[in-house]
């Protein structure tokens, strides 16, 4: 909906209000951008789909492969959840469908109550998209989008990197032509271990060239197109289509020398026609096993579709609504399981082609379904030769992008509690599964928090001479009298710190004989709870009991209210002061000597 100028009421001639979408187009996003669609903008949707299509169909068809189910359920997967995002998601370059690590979490959760290549395999899989639809749906109508905030940047970071590590792993059994299983990094590299006599050497004659080449393509082919000619947008999105070229030579090549029969394992056989209408299980025992692996690929995809929506949302200038994108994921994983596929969320690779490509509407998605659609009416007998070994070297290329060596070396430098977050993340995901990964780094994340906000950041501060000022005295020359103590509180007061304070404060307060007034500069306190008002009183009599003055400044009026409501005030021995610099000069002036010292400290950083 575009912007209309008005002059209301009480307002500057001409003042730009942003209409304000009604209920109807906040649920349903495709009103609002629907009025303003004209021929110029489907032209460039179509465009943008015409390229992601030809980008999807291999990469589809490979994460299926990781998921552990027949190729043509990443075909599945890859339509009716596109349309479903058009109508409810926000981001106007999303692109929905399979992606590795939500492939990943799906072949470990109904690998546990399943084994590959059963019905009751897929019928997991199909399960996990709806009971995944279900969860996102109804945090976005409750507005709990907030709560993917659990997973921190380093916990994401390790889980990302672990997963990619493991999902390459796993795939080295294509490239090399053998079996090994496992679902951990040991399991996997003891499985190709015990398994490295029967390597197939025409499979490797397939598998080392597509991912040296797919590499290739990845850095090396934009620039070689530039040099041609073309333009680098041009040569980007040619780069991108890098895949295809891998797909068409390798099955030309099982052809020519029919690998086939020479022990290359190839698809095979997909399923011609429209993606079928599937059911859910509503068996309660498969339901509970898998209600709490469906959370975590909820979370997890939630946390990677919104940030890559918002990352691409910055780029032109608009938003994304987090809630709605709930909304919208929940669709497309519903529309997934009723067609027969499995979980699905926005894609990183596929979204920047698709901006890149011109994509300006979600109808750019609407059409890349139709195009994939197509594709599995008329296009499954072409792929019949194609290599496993091919669609492993995408999958391989893809993920190792993922892996990030660098942020552990950052984060030790920088916070040694992300550092833990991350590398107990990273260690479980790698020795212990997926999911365990995933609650690891929730937990070690959240007992990290808990563990620093018990133990907030306090400051004994003093003022800058010449100034109002008051820094820490640690870090500044300041000016100090003995017998006045002032403490700058940096966080709130709750039940997790405020018996932290209760002991700092009357610690210090002991190594000081002549002390006889006590100033807590409160300008970083937000809150103080229950608990938090508790130790106040304690610290308050305390300080009485021993003939000191307790003084409050700088209080934030929100604060003051609810201090108001309660006997403290009453009770407190000193003041409350607008300023600390006020508070400071009283408590000085209470010596009647008016005396200053200069600490003898090292001057420092703010």
């Known amino acids: 909906m575009s912007d209309s100028v008005s002059d209301a009421a009480g307002e500057p001639p001409g003042l730009l209000r942003q209409h304000k979408p009604g209920l109807a187009s906040q649920y349903l996003p495709i009103l609002e951008w629907g009025r303003t669609y004209n021929g110029s903008v489907l032209t460039s949707d179509l465009v943008a789909a015409v390229i992601v299509t030809i980008m999807l169909i291999p990469q589809s068809l490979a994460y299926a492969l990781l998921a552990g189910l027949p190729p043509v359920v ?18 106007r370059t999303l692109a929905v469908g399979p992606v590795a690590v939500v492939s990943l979490m799906t072949a470990s959760a ?27 749906a109804v945090l976005g109508f409750l507005r709990l989008g907030f709560l993917a905030n659990l997973l921190s940047h380093p916990v994401i970071s390790g889980f990302i990197t672990a997963s990619g590590i493991l999902i390459a792993t796993s795939q080295l059994k294509h490239i090399f032509g053998v079996s090994a299983g496992g679902d951990t990094w040991p399991q996997m590299l003891g499985g190709l271990a015990s398994a490295i006599d029967a390597v197939s050497l025409p499979t490797l004659a397939i598998g080392i060239p597509a991912t040296l080449f797919l590499f290739w393509v990845r850095k090396g082919l934009k620039p070689a197109l530039v040099k041609l000619g073309l333009s680098p947008r041009a040569a980007d999105i040619s780069a991108k289509a890098g895949p295809v070229v891998a797909v068409v030579c390798t099955i030309l090549a099982v052809i020519a020398f029919d690998l086939a029969q020479r022990g ?9 026609g429209l993606p079928p209408f599937a059911l859910p299980s509503t068996d309660p025992g498969l339901i509970g096993q898998l209600w ?31 809630n709605q994108e709930l909304i919208g994921l929940g669709a497309s994983n519903i529309a997934s399981a009723f067609s027969g596929g499995y979980p699905v969320t926005g894609g990183f690779a596929r979204s920047v082609v698709n901006f890149d490509a011109g994509a300006e509407t979600p109808a750019a998605g609407a059409y890349t379904a139709v195009g994939i659609l197509l594709a599995g009416l008329f296009l499954t007998p072409l792929l019949f030769n194609l290599p496993i070994a091919t669609l492993a070297a995408t999958i391989i290329v893809a993920v190792l992008s993922l892996v990030d060596l660098k942020t552990p070396g950052k984060l030790w430098r920088y916070s040694k509690p992300d550092f833990a977050a991350h590398m107990a993340t990273v260690g479980t995901t790698l020795l212990a599964g997926v999911e365990l990964g995933v609650i690891a780094g929730v937990g070690v994340g959240l007992l990290l928090f808990l563990w620093r906000a018990s133990r907030p950041h306090a400051a004994i501060v003093g003022r800058v001479p010449e100034t109002e000022h008051f820094r820490n005295v640690l870090r500044h020359q300041v000016i100090t009298v003995p017998h006045v103590l002032s403490i700058r509180i940096d966080e709130s007061l709750t039940y997790l ?19 006889r007034h006590v100033i807590l ?24 009991d021993g003939g000191i003055r307790m003084h409050l400044s700088e209080v934030k009026g929100p604060v003051m ?8 005030l009453d009770e407190l021995n000193g003041r409350v002061y607008l300023s600390q610099d006020l508070a400071f000069s009283e408590a000085v002036e209470d010596d009647g000597k008016g005396r200053y010292q200069i600490a003898d400290l090292a001057r420092g950083m703010i």
Request: hydrophobic share 55%; charged share 15%; proline share 4%.
């Open 292 to 322: 709490v692996p469906a959370l975590l690929i909820s979370i997890i995809g939630f946390v990677e579709s919104v940030s890559v929506a918002q990352t691409l949302a910055a780029k032109r200038r608009q938003r994304i609504a987090p």
């Open 521 to 544: 500069l409160c300008s970083a306190v937000n809150e103080i709870d229950a608990s938090g008002l508790e130790s106040l009183e304690a610290i308050n009599h305390r300080l009485i």
């Open 497 to 515: 710190n405020a018996r932290w304070l209760e002991e700092y404060v009357l610690e210090r307060v002991a190594e000081r004989p002549a002390l």
């Open 561 to 568: 209210d609810r201090l108001q409501r309660t006997h403290f």
């Open 110 to 136: 109904a690998g546990a109550v399943a084994a590959q290549g059963t019905a009751l395999y897929i019928e997991a899989a199909i399960t996990l998209a709806a009971l995944s639809g279900v969860m996102l």
């Open 74 to 91: 990443g075909l599945y997967a890859s339509i009716l959840p596109l349309v479903a995002y058009a109508i409810f998601g926000t981001s």
């Open 264 to 272: 290359v394992n190839v698809v095979g056989a997909i399923p011609q």
